[in-house]
């Protein structure tokens, strides 16, 4: 029988430096929206689920999701790792893909490479970005990780530490030893014991910035589609000519510094 892979969106509109994000205009539509068109475009997606927080803040997240038809949960605000296994459960997935939705130019055809790769040679964990001491070199806001239910299923029951819980799947791959197979492929087994594979691109990336956490973030992707003519079928490479087309466009949002691990919401914390 073929796998169930579920696609889970996590957004909320607290965010941090950005707050209401999720819901702001790009060519006409809300930014939740157009990472959802996106995501389920993904040949390899059985379902995608927009996952959302029980906040009294996120009731116009939910309604909005509703009358959109956009399938949707809501969980624990902080505690994303449990939003994500909770949303995984009821939907009965055998393999959870992690998205966030702030990135709306990511790219169903990663999302496929990552999903074929985990179902074809059995990993525990595959993503196509790790933070560092790790290199990326895809641009920020193409982020794609997949894991099967199983090893969801085994952190939600063992991860205690709040990064674990807030940022969902470090606990997959912290202290992994990649080696490198291809110029696309690194493998490696966990410090817990899974097996863990990143994807690369054959050229670095890693530094562009495409994702939407501030105002310049903003004002880039709605260039970025203005470009487009608003349309959204668009690939990741087709932006990556644009820029270069235009490299006046990533001066946008070149000053913005990007978060990491370690930065954990203070409001988790307090009592």
């Not at 624990?76 to 995984?88: H, I, K, P």
């Not at 606990?171 to 110029?183: A, K, P, T």
């Amino acid at each position: 029988m073929k796998p169930k892979v579920v696609a889970i969106i996590q957004g909320r509109m607290s965010s941090s430096r950005l707050p209401g994000k999720i819901f702001a205009d790009i060519a006409g539509q809300p930014m939740l929206q157009r990472v959802f068109i996106r995501t389920s475009r993904s040949a390899s997606v059985t379902e995608t689920i927009f996952a959302t927080t029980t906040d009294p803040s996120d009731d116009p997240v939910a309604e909005y999701c509703d009358f959109s038809g956009i399938p949707f949960t809501r969980g624990s605000q902080f505690d994303v790792l449990d939003r994500y296994y909770q949303t995984a459960l009821q939907a009965k997935a055998d393999v959870v893909v992690r998205i966030t939705a702030d990135c709306p130019v990511i790219d169903p055809e990663l999302i496929d490479n990552v999903v074929n790769t985990l179902l074809k040679d059995e990993y525990d964990f595959v993503c196509n970005r790790l933070p560092p001491p790790w290199t990326r070199t895809y641009p920020i806001g193409l982020d794609v990780e997949a894991c099967t239910f199983k090893v969801l299923k085994k952190a939600w029951k063992e991860a205690k530490e709040p990064q674990h819980r807030e940022h969902a799947m470090p606990y997959f791959y912290e202290g992994v030893q990649l080696s490198r197979q291809s110029r696309t492929l690194e493998i490696g087994t966990s410090q817990r014991g899974f097996n863990i594979a990143l994807l690369h691109h054959t050229t670095d990336f890693g530094d562009y910035r495409w994702t939407v956490d501030t105002p310049e973030d903003l004002e880039f992707m709605r260039q970025v589609y203005s470009r487009f003519n608003g349309r959204d079928n668009f690939l990741w490479k087709e932006v990556l000519d644009l820029v270069h087309d235009e490299p006046k466009l990533m001066e946008i949002n070149a000053g913005v510094q990007h978060k990491t691990l370690k930065d954990i919401d203070t409001r988790a914390t307090k009592k």
